[in-house]
């Protein structure tokens, strides 16, 4: 395998990354005004994120930066084109970031309201965006032969790539509700698994209705197998949500995105931004590579900084492990 | 306004605003640690307080640093994609190392040492702490790598009209960026210095409880500002005399020295339009041979003047830009070589006057606390308060000075460096319509002054609550079963 070709690979698993783990607290966010009944339940679901969402998130960071400091080309194309998505997506994670900090710090009903309200819309708009960019960039643009953006502001939103972001959208707030089976005890549980019983079956239909049109427009053989593993492990998660194993559930849930991810990123290799306008155009992994000497560079560190991300970040949801309840919640504190 | 403007203008903002909370979390997270451990060594339980007091302050800032920051990375590609491009081959790598490396660390281990007081023993939540707190200076690291870069590029080859780097090593110890980083990280613990040292010194004046706590605070604050200043006067002499070399633009456009000379005098202070088409209108208080002596190191040595300076680079880069469409109204046009000099001339002296008055007040409160005095003066709380604001000032006069002082280009040339590694800031930007650019200026800046707004608030708020009653942290549980107690820190 070429370098080139594997840092195709690493960028698709940052993403991947990015949308399975802040993919769940998308979700605990969406859910926020849905399952907690009161104040102290909205705790309980923004504290059960609350260690972990910051490093999550990281995750799109990396991945912008990797694409980037690897396909110079593939980064500047896809974040100029998608121009307005991106600035809603960074507009709503700034306000997310900040409300999860800030809605338990002053005592009042109507504060609290308005960070809740910050923070359910600023979960909903990053999936709905980063799904639309992700569906752009593997059914393409209309591009220039200089990899600019031909046509309006608007030309990255399509039918196609919408649906795209219904279905990480619909894919997170499953996810999330999962989670929150996983990480709550007693009522809040209870609820939460019987809404991720309810929504996992709806939310499959934008889901594979995305990755069919994916398929059909670009797919092979084994995108056509990762889909399957997919759609068996959408049952699989759903058999075992009935079964009231959380933990398993959570993690087939992993496998539909790992699938997801694969059937995207795979139907898209070895393009990395496809022109609809002219095939010429189309940037490939090829031509929006950097030097062999920075990909080396770029190898390098993330053969010793990949592997200790994971081995720390595995240790934080290790040492917050518990579950928590309303009873675990402390009295409101603030000056 | 063009796509160029605006996005200049976008950059600027953002760039400046996010400056304002990195430096507070940077120093303080330090600081914060290193409170902890003295609460580890002694038990005594005033650090413990002061651990938990700043920490709060500390955590409330840095939400708003992260969230700027993802803004920072991102618009390289949204505004500045024909830069990207071009420059992705050996820029992107520290920006890509800093996430990879830096940010991951910093973000998870914030969030263990938040959740983890009982949860994780006492030594390994300590050292989250420091894992957390170094992690952001290696996140400064790698970012000031970067931008040195564009100051001043190294370690590349010029290949198919693309710069290509040939050497990691070369960029992450580049001599512009050796000095930039211990000059920037002064600056962040003259920020937090100041910070301790007003919100402590308002606190000892009006003579509440915990006096041992703020006089603790404030003594900690005082020095390490005096030493933070220390740090700044030698690295910014080191920086200066780089600049001299690798930009005698920039440090000729802060001096306003219009025309080459020997010895060349150090100006402290003008009167007049710096800017004016005639600079001989321009009074400045001179120091005599100063100048020499701040580039070179001796009393004799020629400086070169703007006038002298835009003939060698109109030599050297072209007296107008190309021809292409791309450059909008500036296709063709003549290039000028010379920065905004008023900013440049009154950024560079704020920059040094800020710090040094901050540095000031630190000294002022250290002798006015001199073995357990209290400040009683009416002016006293009024002058750490206000002093909290100057290295702030300071900073963003520094990075104003630093990145307009560099225009036209976006990335300087090297003077010793390979030929064709220079790109002017008109070139550097994306294809876009003015109307996405003006709307994400006008709803990031509507954001941006909403949320300054309600972090000043809750700092003022939390600031005021001063310290609460705290008690040791039980014994860590480390077993799977959900316990009865309540969760020691909860959002």
């Not at chain 2, 070179?296 to 004799?300: L, S």
């Not at chain 2, 021809?323 to 296709?331: C, I, Q, T, V």
């Given at each position: 395998m070429s370098l080139e070709i594997a840092w195709f690979v690493v960028i698709a698993f940052f993403w991947l990354g990015y949308l399975f783990l802040e993919g769940f607290d998308f979700g605990v966010g969406m859910l926020l005004p849905v399952l907690g009944r009161d104040n102290t339940e909205r705790r309980v679901m923004v504290n059960t994120i609350g260690p972990v969402w910051d490093g999550n998130e990281v995750w799109l960071i990396v991945a912008g930066g990797a694409m980037f400091a690897a396909f110079p080309a593939w980064y500047a194309g896809l974040f100029s084109a998608a121009y307005l998505p991106l600035l809603l997506v960074l507009l709503a994670l700034i306000g997310r970031g900040v409300a999860f900090e800030y809605r338990?710090?002053?005592?009042?009903d109507r504060w609290r309201r308005t960070w809740d309200r910050v923070i359910m819309i600023g979960s909903w708009i990053p999936p709905l965006g980063v799904g639309l960019i992700l569906a752009t960039t593997v059914l393409g643009l209309p591009l220039d032969a200089e990899g600019n953006r031909v046509g309006?502001?608007?030309?990255?939103?399509?039918w196609d790539t919408l649906l795209g972001a219904v279905a990480i959208a619909a894919f997170s707030i499953t996810h999330g509700a999962a989670f929150l089976a996983l990480k709550t005890s007693g009522d809040l549980r209870e609820r939460a698994r019987t809404l991720a019983l309810r929504l996992l079956p709806i939310a499959m239909v934008p889901v594979v209705a995305f990755l069919s049109v994916v398929q059909w427009r670009a797919g092979t053989l084994w995108t056509l197998l990762a889909f399957g593993i997919s759609a068996v492990a959408a049952v699989v998660a759903w058999l075992r949500l009935r079964a009231d194993r959380d933990g398993q559930a959570f993690a087939a849930l992993g496998v539909v995105i790992a699938g997801a991810a694969v059937v995207m990123f795979g139907s898209l290799f070895p393009n990395v931004l496809p022109s609809t306008l002219d095939t010429a155009n189309t940037l490939t992994i090829e031509g929006a590579a950097s030097s062999p000497y920075t990909l080396t560079v770029m190898t390098w560190v993330a053969v010793f900084g990949a592997p200790a991300v994971l081995i720390y970040q595995g240790w934080t949801y290790w040492v917050f492990r518990k579950r928590i309840g309303t009873q675990h919640i402390p009295a409101v504190h603030a000056p | 306004m063009e796509v160029l403007e605006l996005a200049r203008w976008q950059f600027g903002i953002t760039t400046v605003y996010h400056f304002l909370m990195v430096p507070l979390t940077i120093g303080l997270s330090i600081l914060v640690a290193a409170m902890q451990t003295r609460w580890v060594r002694t038990g005594e339980l005033r650090h413990l307080k002061m651990t938990k007091f700043w920490g709060k302050l500390l955590l409330v800032n840095f939400a708003m640093g992260v969230v700027t920051g993802i803004v920072q990375e991102f618009q390289f590609g949204m505004n500045w994609s024909a830069y990207s491009r071009f420059v992705g081959d050996v820029f992107g790598a520290p920006l890509a190392m800093e996430g990879l490396v830096a940010f991951f660390v910093e973000s998870t281990f914030l969030g263990l040492w938040i959740f983890g007081w009982d949860r994780l023993p006492k030594k390994v939540h300590l050292a989250c702490a420091w894992a957390f707190s170094l992690a952001t200076m290696a996140s400064a690291y790698f970012i000031l790598a970067a931008n040195s870069w564009m100051q001043h590029p190294v370690g590349v080859t010029f290949e198919n009209g693309k710069p290509t780097m040939n050497s990691i090593w070369a960029v992450l110890t580049n001599n512009t960026a050796l000095a930039a980083i211990p000059h920037t990280l002064a600056g962040a613990f003259s920020v937090a210095a100041a910070f301790l040292v007003g919100v402590a010194g308002w606190h000892l004046w009006r003579r509440g409880d915990h006096a041992d706590v703020w006089r603790s605070s404030l003594r900690l604050g005082g020095w390490v500002g005096v030493a933070a200043f220390a740090v700044l006067a030698i690295t910014g002499d080191t920086q200066g005399k780089l600049m001299f070399e690798q930009q005698p633009m920039k440090m000729a456009s802060a001096e306003a020295l219009c025309h080459t000379e020997q010895p060349a005098s150090f100006s402290i202070i003008a009167i007049?339009?710096?800017?004016?088409?005639?600079?001989?209108?321009v009074k400045t208080f001179n120091v005599p041979a100063l100048l020499s002596f701040l580039a070179?190191?001796?009393?004799?040595t020629e400086v070169k003047g703007v006038e002298d300076l835009i003939t060698e680079y109109q030599a050297k880069y072209g007296t107008n830009y190309p021809?292409?469409?791309?450059?909008?109204?500036?296709?063709g046009k003549p290039i000028?070589?010379?920065?905004n000099l008023p900013v440049t001339y009154w950024g560079f002296r704020m920059m040094i006057g800020f710090g040094a008055v901050s540095a000031g007040i630190g000294v002022l409160a250290l002798w006015l606390t001199r073995r357990g005095r209290v400040p009683g003066s009416r002016w006293f709380p009024w002058l750490v308060l206000g002093g909290v604001a100057t290295p702030f000032l300071g900073n963003s006069a520094g990075w104003i000075f630093t990145e307009m002082g560099r225009q036209p280009f976006v990335?300087?040339?090297?003077?010793t460096g390979v030929d064709g590694v220079w790109m002017f800031t008109a070139q550097a930007?994306?294809?876009?319509t003015t109307g996405e650019v003006w709307t994400s200026l006008i709803a990031l800046t509507t954001v941006y002054a909403a949320l300054g707004v309600v972090e000043l608030y809750l700092m003022r708020k939390y600031v005021r609550g001063g310290v609460d009653a705290v008690m040791p942290p039980k014994?860590?549980?480390?077993?799977d079963k959900p316990g009865e107690d309540t969760l020691a820190f909860a959002y």
């Open positions: 338990g710090k002053v005592d009042s309006s502001a608007f030309a990255a939103i399509r | 007049g339009d710096v800017a004016g088409s005639n600079c001989e209108d070179h190191n001796d009393f004799k021809d292409d469409p791309a450059l909008g109204s500036l296709a000028d070589y010379v920065p990335v300087v040339p090297n003077p930007v994306s294809r876009l014994k860590p549980d480390d077993s």
